[in-house]
């Protein structure tokens, strides 16, 4: 053995304590928290009280919901648009190629608060301009409506990642040998055929990790959402990090906040589960 | 031939049609940012007359730009040198010795790379808070806490890629494995490294969420903290709120033009592995 | 490769540099003077932080020993803001907080204030909102009424006289009667409702919730029911808004519903109180004494109802730093007793001062001369909406009646919701 016992532990202990620490310890203290009626001065134990509310609370439940669907609709949408911009950086006849992916990526370097306040004044001043000059309706008080408020949020959030899993569909793209796809269109198949039935099933994977990457941090979303509606109107777009937030930090109600933040935890852990479970299922 | 060229010519056409439009939010910030608050009304969708950059000055004096600039970097930096080095040395431990500790240590940090953040901020501050220990310190700790797992994950893979021929002949020369590690395997992963520095720098720099928590008082602002203040201060003055926007976002800008290549290789090795 | 090449440790080396060079000012800068006290000042009202520094430079010229640091923080981000303060162990010396919720937040932090020269000179009706487990431990920074201002200008243009109001059917008559002018006036609308304002909407609230604890803000606070005996009268005033204000209502904020449609007369009345009158001063000098007048929700309806006249905010001194308590209450009581400080509240503030006996003629305008009135005469009623629990206008309240206002839920809906957030916030927060 190269490296003795007490080596060991020198190089592996700072790590954990960080972990223990900044995470593993305020998890279990969060735990308990979940349990108590904590308004983060004083705290007593009231059993499963605050989830008994929390399940009968209508804004954490419609926050639940909204979450659940913007999680399905941008995971759609993203993967839809990664893909699609994969496959046109990908083209070996487009001398622009470079130039595209770069500006398909560029959106992702940016953090969430600024991209709520550009897309803010996208959807009030801008869409205004083309409502009045196209005399559309349609394009008035965005983000006072839930309904399009929610799809402003949706946009925001697809033109953020959809050039990040483009990469990765890139990546995985490239790894396709060239002459699976040359012998496939030399047996007759064309241009489509060769991508629905030779690239896609060569995606599988791929589009199982962009899953997961996009399905987890839309569940997380918290400064997009502060950014550009804040909730608002009347609390309608409220996802559940920000439910989260305002619970403990506005409302002082702590221990129930926790608990919601435990329900959160175990949405995320349950996707994550599944997504192992199905690529395993895949590799057999 | 004619046929293939024209179609040629149409989808390239049609790609750069496309790209501009997913540029052009970039544009119409950047556009606005340069008017009086008259052309922010009158057409926010092109140039108006009334061309000034008097906006900036603005923007940067009432951002502290400087200063939040300089508070940004601090905290990014040393979060980063932080992340790095500590995981890089517990990944090489743990690939190096096969026991039940190293897979324990392992599954922790896959396990704890589940927890969402906000599972944990409520107790997470009030801990910190408890101790009066809330300042860009306690920031560039909680963030590496925060980070160290993914980071490990990452290094692991690459230590593993390394044979350990090399550490034994390092070992044979008299190397300590300190020594071992800083100047033979360390150096040997680090494109690896250039992945947990480019990820972890983004993804803190960005942050506003946790700074808001922990350093949200004169003279610690960060740039996405004293935005998020600004905008709020700029009542409906868009022309002042987008030149900010524009200031915050050309530091991260620059260096992605500068980097490109490798921020894209490391975002995409940080998401398939 | 790049990450093995020199300019990537050049860039490495040049990212790292300012990082010691920071840890070395920061660790350099440790002044003391033995002495001198410098006071911490948290204010949450960010409109008088100006004036507030020059009541500090004044107090300062005549105690050079003593100077003031004010820091200002507002528009719904005080109570975070202090709330860090208070954890990274920065307490203020002098701290101004929104209603009891938030002063039992602080209550083992603040020192009791009776005996002091300043409290003797305090309306007795605006006391119990400073009290917190039977002690005086906060000052109401002013006297403020509730209401709806109007614009005299559009009053008369439309025929309405506002002195012949008494009663719920005038005003509807009224505002019937403004609404049939409309385009004639080129109104907007009768009213501006900022229904974008959760806390417009809990203060308009406040109307109907007050009457029910006898002007004793403690048992506001400790009340775990959403008072509903005047519900019927809110319902009304909600529908009044809700059919004849600018449109959408949601979407009509503040600074615009003053600044804009109040001050340019495109709206007859607004539901704000006098705190509105710097800004219009601040746009056309003598705007106020031309064209501001008040008139009050009428709730009981049977000749009794005035402005609601009472404070949101109140000064309180914390323990934290023994050494500078005296200092601190030595600046509170110059403030509310000297007549120095006194005239820049009055004439550059614009409020009407929360004292006793104070002399009516001093006031720069009508209107505030009418508020002092009503606010120091016995039958005086001040409004209850910042004893609501922490969270319940912005996150329950508000949200809720906007959701009325666009025909998203009923009222019996909203009545049953608000009944139980309420009972439920103020369970959790009155935890011991």
Known sequence: MLIKKHQYWAFVLPALLFIVFIIALPFLIGIYYSFTDSNGLRASFIGFKNYQILFHDVIFLQSLWLTVKFSVVSVLLINIFGLAFALIVTRSDNRFNKSLRTVFFMPNLIGGILLGFIWQFIFTSAFKAIASSLNLNFFNGWLSDPNTGFWGIVILFVWQMSGYIMLIYVSFLNAIPQNTIQAARLDGANKWQALLFIKLPQLAPAFTISLFLTLANSFKLYEQNLALTNGGPYRSTEMISMYIYNTAFVNFQQGYAQAAGIILFLCVTLVSFLQLALSRRREK | MKKKKISKYLSIFVFSIIGLFWIYPFAIVLINSMKGKRGVFQNPLWFTKDFSLANFKTAFQALDFAHSFFNSLLVTVGSVLLITIISAAAAYAISRVKGPFSSIIYYICAGTMLIPFQSIMVPLLSLFGKVNFLNRTSLIIMNTGLSVSLSIILYYGAFQGVSKSLDEAAALDGAYPLKTFAYVIFPAVSPMTGTVIILNSMKIWNDYLLPSLVVNKNGMYTIPLKMYSFFGETNSEWQLALAGLVLSMIPIIVLFLLLQKQVMTSVTEGAIK | ?432
């Open chain 3, 1 to 432: 490769m790049f990450f093995k090449s020199r300019k990537f440790r050049a860039l490495i080396f040049a990212l790292i540099l300012p990082l010691f060079f920071v840890t070395g000012c920061s660790s350099g800068s440790q002044q003391s003077n033995s002495n001198k006290i410098t006071l911490n000042f948290f204010n949450q009202k960010p409109e008088i932080s100006t004036q507030y520094q020059k009541l500090a430079r004044m107090y300062t010229k005549k105690h050079p020993n003593v100077s003031i640091q004010i820091t200002t923080s507002g528009q719904g981000g005080g109570a975070a803001a202090l709330q860090a303060k208070f954890a990274s162990g920065e307490a203020p010396d002098i701290i101004m907080l929104g209603g009891l919720p938030e002063i039992d937040r602080y209550k083992e932090h603040l020192v009791s204030l009776k005996g002091l020269s300043a409290t003797k000179t305090i309306l007795p009706s605006l006391l119990s909102g400073g009290i917190s487990n039977n002690r005086l431990v906060g000052l109401p920074v002013d006297l403020e009424a509730y209401g709806w201002s109007y614009n005299k200008t559009v009053f008369a243009r439309a025929g309405v006289n506002a002195s012949n109001i008494h009663n719920y059917d005038d005003f509807v008559k009224a505002v019937k009667k403004i609404d049939v002018q409309k385009e004639k006036l080129g109104l907007s609308g009768v009213f501006g409702f900022n229904g974008a304002d959760t806390n417009s909407i809990a203060s308009v609230s406040a109307q109907f919730t007050s009457q029910a604890y006898d002007n004793n803000q403690v048992k506001a606070f400790k009340s775990t029911n959403f008072p509903w005996k005047y519900g019927s009268q809110m319902h009304s005033y909600y529908d009044l808004i809700r059919n004849y204000s600018v449109q959408p209502i949601l979407s009509v904020k503040y600074d615009p519903s003053v600044q804009d449609l109040f001050y340019n007369g495109k709206v007859a009345m607004i539901p704000q109180g006098n705190w509105i009158i710097p800004t219009l001063d601040g746009i056309e000098k003598g705007f106020v004494q031309k064209n501001l007048g008040m008139i009050p929700f009428f709730v009981k309806n049977d000749g009794s109802d005035r402005l609601l006249t009472g404070s949101s905010w109140y000064l309180g001194v914390t323990n934290d730093h023994p050494k500078r308590e005296k200092a601190a209450k030595d600046f509170i009581n110059w403030m509310f007793t000297s007549r120095e400080a006194e005239n820049v509240i009055i004439n550059e503030m614009r409020f009407v001062p929360a004292t006793k006996n104070f002399d009516v003629s001093r006031l720069p305008d009508d209107l505030s001369k009418d508020i002092y009135r009503i606010g120091s005469s016995k039958d005086a009623r001040a409004p209850i909406h910042k004893q609501y629990p922490n969270g319940f206008s912005t996150q329950v309240l508000g949200p809720y009646i906007q959701r009325y206002f666009v025909h998203d839920i009923s009222w019996n809906q909203l009545e049953k919701v608000i009944t139980t957030k309420y009972r439920q916030l103020r369970e959790i927060q009155s935890g011991e």
